[in-house]
């Protein structure tokens, strides 16, 4: 789960790690208003899902209110196209408008999970800012990088070592050493998956401050904490992936024409690496479950019906704990009240199949059943071609 910067700066706030004086806008009235509250020379930071906003020009430096304001005309409604975002960008509704501040050197310093060691681990570079990625990628001896033990947890010294390799000395390393310190506890106590400043700088007058602030929470730890659905931005979300997280659905789109509606992660897996094998190319992975019911298979149904790539549905469900019967009237329901019209291959097995193949075969869409998952997959092949 994501969060915006400014929320993201509030929880490294509350572990005393220092970041600019700012707020909040909703409108190009309040930016034009906390600009004034910031003595006029400010930052003015669109606040979406996605990070490369300083170059797509989602972050500038203004010196009056009335530039502020401008600034946030320019911006709110607007769709903000990064590297990070895909074509057709995110929109901006929150402007973060803070305090501009004098950098004399910028860093990059995380602590994401390794899922290959399955540990935290913390990144560090002396060349931190936009052009983080060319470093990673040109000069990858410039990025340091420590595993740190679950039992020890991260050690003062260790967190010394790196902070000496940044080049930070004296009360600078030391204000690092605890900066990391509490950046491991954000990411202990609030479940991350990844925390990330980028840049931490070197403000002209001496201090350690956080510029830039991402947060990734850990969604299978979001139940440990109340307040986090509600800091949640719906509408920096796909709407497909809103809909499918509502009723409890995985739903993950993929790049084909085929809809695929599947039961179970593994025959989901099975059913797209067939289709492939047929030459179909799944348009997305949904995986209704075992317990399902006919309004999650409807729900699931209209999921796929919304994805304008979607050309054909394949359906492919083993129905054990939930019939064939109903499965078949979930589908009907669903592709009457959306209109659908195109091609429909069903397979399935189980509970009530001839009954459900009844209903499907009586019910005037354009739908085929089939009765191996081979036959399935060449039929909808077929039917697209
Ligand atoms: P990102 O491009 O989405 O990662 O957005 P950032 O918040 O990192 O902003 C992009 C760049 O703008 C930063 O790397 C900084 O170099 C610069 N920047 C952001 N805030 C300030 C500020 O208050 N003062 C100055 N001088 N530069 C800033
Ligand atoms: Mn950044």
């Known amino acids: ?4 910067e400014y929320q993201a700066k509030e929880i490294l706030s509350s572990y005393s790690i220092p970041v600019p004086r700012g707020r909040v806008a909703l409108t190009s009235d309040q930016v034009e208003r906390a600009a004034k509250e910031m003595g006029g020379r400010c930052v ?7 990070g490369g906003r300083g170059k797509a020009g989602g972050v500038k430096l203004v010196h009056h209110p009335e530039q502020a304001q401008d600034y946030g005309k320019e911006l709110f409604g607007k769709r903000l196209v990064t590297p990070q975002t895909g074509p057709e960008g995110l ?42 990625e060319e470093v990673a990628q040109k000069s990858p001896e410039k990025i340091h990088v420590l595993t740190i033990d679950p039992y020890t947890g991260l050690r003062p010294y ?60 850990d969604d299978n730890a979001i139940f440990r904490h109340r307040e986090y659905p509600d800091m949640m931005d719906y509408s920096q979300l796909d709407t497909l992936e809103i809909n499918a997280g509502k009723y409890d659905l995985s739903y993950i789109k993929l790049s084909g024409n085929v809809g695929c509606m599947v039961n179970g992660a593994g025959l989901a897996m099975a059913t797209l690496d067939v289709l492939k ?16 019911t006919r309004e999650k298979v409807a729900e699931a149904f209209k999921i796929i019906l919304e994805d304008g790539d979607v050309k054909g549905v394949f359906v492919n469900i083993f ?52 009765d191996s998952l081979g036959e399935g997959a060449e039929r909808i092949v077929q039917m697209l071609g």
Request: aromatic letters at 4%; a negative charge.
């Open 1 to 4: 789960m994501n969060i915006h």
């Open 158 to 217: 260790q967190a010394r070592r790196i902070a000496l390799a940044l080049g930070l000395t004296g009360s600078l390393c030391e204000d690092c050493v605890e900066l990391m310190l509490n950046l491991y506890k954000v990411v202990l106590d609030k479940d991350c998956s990844l925390v990330e400043i980028n840049p931490l700088v070197v403000t002209r007058a001496g201090w350690l401050m956080a510029m830039d602030a991402k947060i990734n929470f």
């Open 277 to 292: 094998e047929y030459g179909g190319e799944p348009a997305n992975f949904l995986d209704v479950g075992g317990g399902a």
């Open 44 to 50: 003015i930071k669109a606040q979406i899902y996605a």
């Open 91 to 132: 929109k901006v509704r929150r402007i973060l408008v803070e305090e501009a501040v004098e950098i004399a050197r910028e860093f990059y310093l995380s602590i994401t999970l390794d899922r290959a060691t399955s540990r935290y681990c913390l990144i560090a570079s002396a060349e931190g800012g936009v052009d983080i």
């Open 319 to 370: 129905g054990g704990i939930m019939r064939c019967d109903v499965i078949a009237q979930g589908i009907i329901e669903a592709a009457s009240e959306v209109h659908c019209t195109l091609p429909i291959v069903v397979r399935m097995d189980g509970s009530k199949v001839q009954e459900g193949k009844q209903l499907l075969v009586d019910s005037g869409l354009n739908v085929q059943t089939a």
